[in-house]
């Protein structure tokens, strides 16, 4: 099954509500809500009081992407907030594994994301305690960049090591991804899509994120 998941970041947050009701009826099943501490990354966007008060706009699963360095410290925050999802990243934990337990312990599903110059290989010894892998294909802190292509190896490894092993593990990708590039990362085996300036500066977000569904391999939809 694939899922998409809109990044808010590039939503007109002048009109949050509304923004977010347009993703969910043109079919978005997630919504991606990108936290950014001005330390791990070079930006600043938006926390958990926010989180907590879209949470009312919809029932679209939330899939919180913590860029925070330390993140243990504020993980109960995103669960009142109401995430459904707590993503945080690999280079970002002093402890990768005590942070996931520490997520899993609220009975949320926990992520963990790697950035584009970390090897894939980081997360073989983990994938077996998450719930989803985040294989970043930009550097995260701005919407808007270009997809590097040299990530696209690193979702199809990590497929291959999950597969041998019978882990059915959640990949998703995020950053520079649109209709027309889409199906090379799903090809590779992602299944949880994030785009944000590809869906929310859509004229037509139900006809992006159909393409976005029906660009993986049949066995996959
Ligand atoms: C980058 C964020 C992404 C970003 C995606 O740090 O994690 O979620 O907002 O935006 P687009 O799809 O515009 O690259
Ligand atoms: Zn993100």
Redesign the pocket.
Known sequence: MIYISP?L??ADFSTLATEIKKVEQAGAQYL?L?VMDGAF?PNLSFGPDLISSIRKCTNMLFDV?L?IKRPERYIDRFVKAGADIITVHYEACENPMSVIHLIHSYEMRAGLAISPKTPVEHLFPLVEHIDMALIMT?E??????SMIPETVDKVATLRKYCAERGINLDIEV????NADNVSILTSAGANVI?????IFKAKKPRAVISAMKNSAPTSFR
């Not at 995260?140 to 960049?145: I, L, R, T, V």
């Not at 995020?174 to 991804?177: L, V």
């Not at 994030?194 to 590809?198: E, M, R």
């Open positions: 990044s970041l590039a991606h990108d990354v992407h860029m930009v995260p802190g701005f919407g808007g960049q995020d950053g520079g991804i994030v785009a944000g300036s590809a």
